[in-house]
């Protein structure tokens, strides 16, 4: 699964928007900080950072003593056939199992199934009934005919009606919902929604639609038959084996599965999908159909959303040496998705965010989730975690797959800066959550393993063993894994053994302290020099707390720049404190600690502003470039002003990114040719991101200008990331000319766009600017945190309007309590008392004018100011029945 998640940082920024407080510029601003909040804790910026470091480690201890084992098996499924229909104005699924199973090890009468919330009609075996009992609604405990052993298959059938509506739900991070069926506009009421059905299963929520052992370590062959009305498309894992209409005008489409896997990976959809056809072809010659199902107004860009994944099987299919395993691989997307994507065997799920135009593909496309469902199909699907704790065999796999791809396709710079990124999410993940074991056994809840250790942390280990083992002895070693377990579950002592059957080294140490442990190392260098003897002495401390985080055990490398050129040097630190010595010729130029940029450590190398100048210009990674601009920048030098001005050319547009706003620290004598140069990234560097960064560097231009450059971007730039950065720079500079642009920009209506005109309108739109917000709300097209800056702006916006437009909000906040998102949902009260809040003021005033008015004896005036008066009571009072008792809080 692919968490889409609205990070902690988005969150603090929602927290300093303040909604509530009465202080309009307070509450309209609103920027989207994700990238830079991640941005500051990217690297050692100084020891301070460092010493921070050292307290969220220090202070995060938990002892528990739970453990969470593997489901115990006491039946094996070997086969679930479905027979399913749908009651789309009960949002109900009307199904027939037949499970054919046999008893694991001991012999039995007994099977007990999950099947949560049903209303069950029968259980049958050959035909004739069979007791059961249902009475918790979450396990059907059936009596078999007789006492089987565990070499006789039995078959057993059930009909039940799936009631997922009636459920209470939970979830987690990744999964906000385990209703396992969803019924989306069922009854075609919202305009533009096209109805379907959808399913769920990660973690046990498929046992609502269809009874099984709903574990992981549970595997079962599929057969599933859809009936629904012909103009549906549908849906599941495995081939299409038939599809026949029905004398009633319904149609039965068979969806068949002879491989194994897990019931949480089976799923169905229906809906009017368009199906845009691709093929991969195997190694054999034969040809396997890969299918895009989107709506109709999507048909045209499917391929431009999907079409690398061809190229994605056959490169995954190379590096592990196992061709892809199943039958066909389809992907689809869906509407009001409860995560970012799921693996379902063949059958993958993506929420409506990878729906994107061919300009909207300019900036950023989700190459990186196709991948790590992708690569679930060797990790997750074909060998499965046999129990939650064991997870990271699942995501640690699909977060790495993201390198693997990056790295082929975009290359090595793009690869690590993802990776940068993930290690980021997993001390951000333990600052706020906690720290606990990569393999947990001791979680809580099985979703909270859906979390920045089984997934960022997990692939950030896979990388440092693959940098410590080598590429061949990595991927023969993921090979023997997947050979050996193939359609079989594992635990994280079969990877372990894996590899250390293809090394032939003993791993203990390093699963240990990294699957087995939790935290990170956080490790100081010294430099000491001798010039009489040449030779640089390294002092490396690990400074984490070690009574509850190991003392690590870390092979690296040291690269060594002197007047030979560089050179690596293998160290091993396995002490607290530790000192290596090293010869060096002429002068000492650098000493690179991690050359490789592989470990997930926090570090702090205390080493002269040269060195970091020299390693910039001679350093080939992107963390140990970043780390060298960040470090000699604090320093004010000819020196470190031409490295920033260099960097801004730099080949790999972040670190251009980041020069162009370290470039404020550092400008002097290249002050004029600094700023030409981002006037010139502002307008043509081929990322951007970085086309963002210059101009959000250029507002502090002189007015006149700073708004011809925006404008003219605005006008000529094809990004919407860069239109909407020049409209709101414009909107800073000159508020009155961004409003006209703005309007301008109303006709390409396109959602990106659309939030920034809103912010715009918030502050500066007049009446006619109504029009726009009752369109984008009565559309809905916003989603999530798109949908809640854009509730914000129109809250700011309608305070400033006369009565009458504000009595229409009453009408528009209405639909929205009902059909906003969730994102907007949990701050939708509080804005709207905000609104109220004005009023009340408004009221206030006006009473003060009417005391004055029936002073002065112009009572008429005063009689119309209490109708206005008696009008914002009114709406007061109808706004409060919006408004829920309780303050959500975070
Ligand atoms: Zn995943």
């Given at each position: 699964m692919k968490k889409y998640l609205i990070g902690l940082s988005i969150?603090?920024?929602?927290?300093?928007?303040?909604?509530?407080?009465?202080?309009?510029?307070?509450?309209?601003?609103?920027?989207?900080?994700?990238?830079?909040?991640?941005?500051?804790?990217?690297?050692?910026?100084?020891?301070?950072?460092?010493?921070?470091?050292?307290?969220?480690?220090?202070?995060?201890?938990?002892?528990?003593?739970?453990?969470?084992?593997?489901?115990?098996l006491i039946t094996d499924l070997i086969h679930t056939k479905l027979e399913i229909n749908f009651n789309w104005e009960k949002s109900q699924l009307n199904g027939k199992a037949t499970i054919t199973a046999k008893q694991h090890f001991h012999a039995s009468d007994s099977l007990i199934l999950d099947a949560k919330g049903m209303e069950i009609k029968k259980v049958e075996m050959g035909g004739k009934s069979v007791s059961y009992s249902y009475n918790d609604s979450l396990k059907l405990r059936i009596k078999l005919d007789k006492k089987y052993n565990r070499d006789e298959k039995f078959i057993v059938s059930i009909e039940y009606v799936a009631k997922p509506e009636e459920r209470q739900t939970s979830g987690s991070a990744a999964i906000t919902s385990d209703k396992g069926l969803y019924f989306i506009n069922p009854k075609n009421e919202k305009n533009g929604n096209m109805p379907q059905i959808w399913t769920q299963g990660e973690t046990e929520a498929n046992s609502v639609w269809f009874p099984t052992i709903d574990a992981p370590n549970s595997k079962s062959t599929q057969e599933m038959y859809i009936t629904v009305q012909d103009k549906y498309a549908t849906l599941s894992n495995g081939k299409l084996v038939s599809s026949k209409k029905n004398a009633d005008g319904t149609r039965t489409d068979c969806w068949k599965q002879d491989l194994p896997h897990a019931p949480y990976l089976f799923m169905m959809a229906v809906g009017e999908f368009k199906v845009v056809k691709d093929t991969y072809t195997r190694p054999d010659g034969s040809k396997m159909e890969v299918n895009y199902y989107v709506e109709p107004e999507y048909e045209q860009n499917a391929k431009a959303i999907f079409g690398e994944t061809p190229a994605m099987i056959k490169f995954f299919s190379q590096k592990l040496g196992v061709e892809y395993p199943w039958d066909k691989y389809s992907q689809i997307v869906v509407r009001d998705y409860v995560s970012g994507a799921m693996e379902n065997t063949g059958a993958v799920i993506f929420g409506e965010y990878v729906y994107k135009n061919d300009r909207e593909l300019l900036d950023g496309n989700d190459q990186s989730t196709i991948a790590h469902e992708l690569f679930h199909h060797w990790f997750g699907d074909l060998v499965t975690c046999?129990?939650?704790?064991?997870?990271?065999?699942?995501?640690?796999?699909?977060?790495?797959?993201?390198?693997?791809?990056?790295?082929?396709?975009?290359?090595?710079?793009?690869?690590?800066?993802?990776?940068?990124?993930?290690?980021?999410?997993?001390?951000?993940?333990?600052?706020?959550?906690?720290?606990?074991?990569?393999?947990?056994?001791?979680?809580?809840?099985?979703?909270?393993?859906?979390?920045?250790?089984?997934?960022?942390?997990?692939?950030?280990?896979?990388?440092?063993?693959?940098?410590?083992?080598?590429?061949?002895?990595?991927?023969?070693?993921?090979?023997?894994?997947?050979?050996?377990?193939?359609?079989?579950?594992?635990?994280?002592?079969?990877?372990?053994?894996?590899?250390?059957?293809?090394?032939?080294?003993?791993?203990?140490?390093?699963?240990d302290q990294w699957f087995l442990g939790k935290g990170h190392p956080i490790i100081h260098t010294t430099q000491t020099v001798n010039k009489e003897n040449n030779t640089v002495t390294v002092g490396i401390k690990q400074r984490q707390k070690t009574d509850d985080f190991p003392i690590y055990k870390i092979p690296t490398n040291v690269a060594i720049w002197d007047a030979n050129g560089k050179r690596i040097e293998k160290i091993t630190i396995d002490s607290i404190e530790q000192s290596f010595t090293f010869s060096f010729s002429g002068e000492l130029k650098n000493v690179l600690f991690d050359a490789d940029q592989v470990l997930l450590a926090k570090y702090y190398e205390d080493k002269p502003a040269n060195q970091f100048i020299h390693q910039y210009?001679?350093?080939?990674?992107?963390?140990?470039?970043?780390?060298?601009?960040?470090?000699?920048?604090?320093?004010?030098?000819?020196a470190s002003e031409k490295m920033v001005f260099d960097a801004m050319n730099d080949t790999f547009w972040d670190i251009r990114l980041n020069a162009i706003s370290l470039f404020e620290n550092v400008k002097n004598k290249l002050a004029d040719q600094g700023l030409n140069r981002i006037k010139d990234m502002a307008s043509n560097d081929t990322k951007p991101q970085v086309r963002e960064a210059a101009i959000n560097y250029l507002k502090t231009l002189p007015v006149s200008e700073a708004t011809a450059l925006f404008k003219k971007i605005i006008e000529i730039d094809k990004s919407y990331l860069v239109i909407s950065s020049a409209l709101q720079a414009l909107m800073e500079v000159n508020p009155d000319d961004a409003v006209i642009v703005a309007r301008n920009l109303e006709k390409d209506n396109n959602k990106n766009i659309n939030v920034v005109l809103a912010e715009v309108y918030g502050q500066k739109g007049e009446a006619e600017e109504n029009k726009f917000f009752e369109k984008q709300i009565n559309e809905g097209k916003l989603k999530g945190y798109d949908e809640l800056r854009m509730v914000i702006a129109y809250a700011v916006y309608i305070m400033r309007m006369d009565i009458d437009l504000q009595e229409k909000s009453h009408a528009i906040f209405t639909l929205l309590n009902e059909k906003g998102g969730s994102s907007l949902k949990m701050y939708l009260s509080r804005i709207i008392e905000y609104n109220m809040n004005t009023y009340r003021e408004k009221v206030n005033?006006?009473?003060?004018?009417?005391?004055?008015?029936?002073?002065?004896?112009?009572?008429?005036?005063?009689?119309?100011?209490?109708?206005?008066?008696?009008?914002?009571?009114?709406?007061?009072?109808?706004?409060?029945?919006?408004?829920?008792?309780?303050?959500?809080?975070?």
């Open positions: 969150f603090s920024v929602l927290l300093s928007c303040k909604v509530g407080k009465s202080d309009s510029d307070e509450i309209s601003v609103v920027e989207f900080t994700e990238d830079s909040a991640a941005y500051d804790e990217y690297i050692d910026e100084s020891y301070d950072d460092f010493e921070g470091d050292l307290v969220g480690l220090e202070d995060e201890v938990t002892v528990r003593g739970i453990y969470n084992p593997s489901r115990t046999e129990s939650w704790a064991n997870l990271p065999l699942n995501e640690s796999f699909a977060n790495y797959s993201q390198y693997l791809w990056d790295e082929y396709r975009f290359g090595l710079d793009e690869a690590d800066y993802q990776a940068e990124q993930e290690a980021n999410g997993y001390y951000e993940s333990g600052m706020y959550q906690g720290y606990h074991n990569l393999i947990w056994y001791a979680h809580n809840d099985k979703e909270e393993m859906f979390d920045g250790h089984s997934y960022n942390k997990g692939g950030r280990i896979l990388h440092m063993l693959r940098n410590y083992l080598g590429d061949e002895a990595f991927f023969k070693g993921l090979n023997n894994y997947l050979v050996t377990n193939k359609f079989k579950t594992a635990e994280v002592h079969n990877l372990r053994m894996a590899f250390e059957e293809v090394s032939g080294e003993d791993l203990n140490w390093f699963f210009y001679n350093s080939n990674r992107y963390r140990s470039k970043m780390t060298a601009m960040k470090r000699a920048s604090k320093m004010k030098s000819d005033e006006l009473e003060l004018e009417i005391a004055q008015l029936e002073e002065a004896k112009a009572f008429g005036q005063a009689d119309d100011k209490k109708r206005i008066k008696q009008r914002y009571e009114d709406l007061i009072n109808n706004l409060s029945t919006l408004v829920s008792p309780v303050e959500s809080g975070f």
